[in-house]
């Protein structure tokens, strides 16, 4: 019994770790590589589409301003979306209610992940301590290896699956995102009256899940190995 328990903290050990990883994975693409932003936005032509959509002409500068500002809003480290820029030489709100509407939901969503991962660090620590102390260093290792390996696995079977799909037919994974984490149903936007959709394209997002993925992956298959030898090491 006192077995099975300590296997089953290894495993919820490995399971707050494997999101850590995510949220981590997810906050080093989208805040930690400064020129990604500006790197889509040329990639995709974004302001030109915006002068065809739209009539509106920006400078990269400002736009990758209201970029920055509207991850520093997601963050919850600003009050608002008020974000005033340049636009046809007029300084003007980038965003409209709804889009507002529908970036404080997402905003919720990054604060929830964030607040959980600090809690998932302390859980961690938690375990990992409370099982060193009972089991000894050694056997804690054996323990929190073995989880990670089997959690690991299992979830990396999981990203190759929803991997696969994407590649398939990302709009299709993308729309089920939506709909599942924003079923109120303010994320659709129309390119003639949106900003944010012209400066976000599906494009944006497809390369944005392809980076955050591949980090997420790496880091995992480090700690995968990681685990195998530390797995080793207690066997001997």
Known sequence: MRHHL??????VFAVLL??????????????????FYRDEFEHYQVLDDMQTWMGDEMTMDDLCDVMHQTMVYLRGDRENLIVET???????????????????DVRKLFVICLVVRSLAILSCIAIAGFLIVVAGPRDALGYLSRGFIRACL???????????????DFTRVFTAFHEIFFSQGNWMFDP???????????GFFSDCALRIASTFVGAMLALLVASGFARHFTKA
């Open 192 to 202: 003639r009256e949106s900003r944010m959709i012209n400066m976000l394209p599906e």
């Open 154 to 168: 299992l979830i990396l079977g999981l990203v190759a699956v929803i991997a696969f799909l994407a590649m398939i």
């Open 18 to 35: 494997i999101f850590i990883t995510f949220v981590t994975s997810f906050e080093a693409v989208t805040y930690w590589t400064p020129s």
């Open 86 to 104: 340049t636009i046809n030489g007029s300084t003007t709100e980038f965003y409209n209610e709804n889009e507002k509407s529908h970036m404080a």
């Open 6 to 11: 300590r296997g089953l903290l290894g495993i």
